[in-house]
């Protein structure tokens, strides 16, 4: 117990919590895609593939149940990596009060230097594509059920559009860069993995976010309509 409480406590305990959170949404995050790029076969399937999310389980549990179960370990993963990270900042920081004379950038690359921004706009590009698609609270149109119709509609706006591809660039330099760092906090990357993973990393990152682009450039350019 004393063990655990100190892991916990302690900078690698929170990397560990991050990591997890962080595969856990990885995950999610692709399966959102793949469902996502339904579109591309017409209203009916992805219309059905909504439709089935959302009676997943019945009758073995009540209609919906299944979906406001994973909605609420995704949202309990946010809220975990959220204060893991900004843990981890603040321990960082302590530990180096006083900055570089010279910022120099010898090993890092752009993704790693800026993972507290780009989690910043995800959480609340997160926010605002759930009042957007979810809710509909800022949807011009939205229609319940209607997967297809909403997200037409949704990105025919190119400032929505435009805001859509600004998250999915920043999504894909925090996946690049967090999964790679959440296979070495796992222990799975090794020196004789490491070129491995940054190549798993590199594919994945740019898999989900040119799969998440394509939607609204479809739609703006009329592919999909």
């Known amino acids: ?25 990885f995950v999610f995050v692709f399966f959102h895609m793949a469902g996502n790029l339904k579109i591309y076969f017409g209203r009916e399937e992805i219309n059905a593939y909504g439709a089935f999310l959302r009676v997943v389980g019945y009758p073995l549990v009540p209609h919906e149940y299944a979906l406001w179960a994973v909605r609420l370990v995704l949202l309990a993963c946010v809220g975990l990596h959220i204060w893991a990270a900004y843990h981890v900042s603040r321990m960082d920081i302590a530990a180096r009060p006083v900055g570089y004379a010279q910022q120099k950038y010898l090993a890092s690359t752009y993704a790693s230097r800026t993972m507290r921004w780009s989690g910043v706009i995800i959480a609340l590009f997160v926010v605002y594509h759930l009042l957007h698609f979810t809710t509909g609270t800022l949807h011009p149109r939205f229609v319940a059920g209607d997967v297809y119709g909403n997200m037409v509609v949704g990105f025919q706006n190119p400032l929505a559009s435009a805001v859509y591809i600004l998250a999915m660039i920043f999504l894909g330099l925090h996946l690049y860069h967090g999964v790679w760092s959440m296979a070495q906090t796992l222990g799975w990357r090794s020196r004789r993995s490491d070129r491995l993973w940054r190549g798993f990393a590199s594919l994945m990152a740019a898999v989900i976010t040119l799969g998440n682009i394509s939607i609204p450039v479809a739609v703006l350019i009329g592919l999909v309509r």
Not at 1 to 25: D, E, F, P
């Open 1 to 25: 117990m004393v063990g655990a409480l100190t892991l916990y406590q302690s900078s690698i305990g929170k990397k560990v919590i991050m990591a997890v959170t962080g595969l856990v949404l």
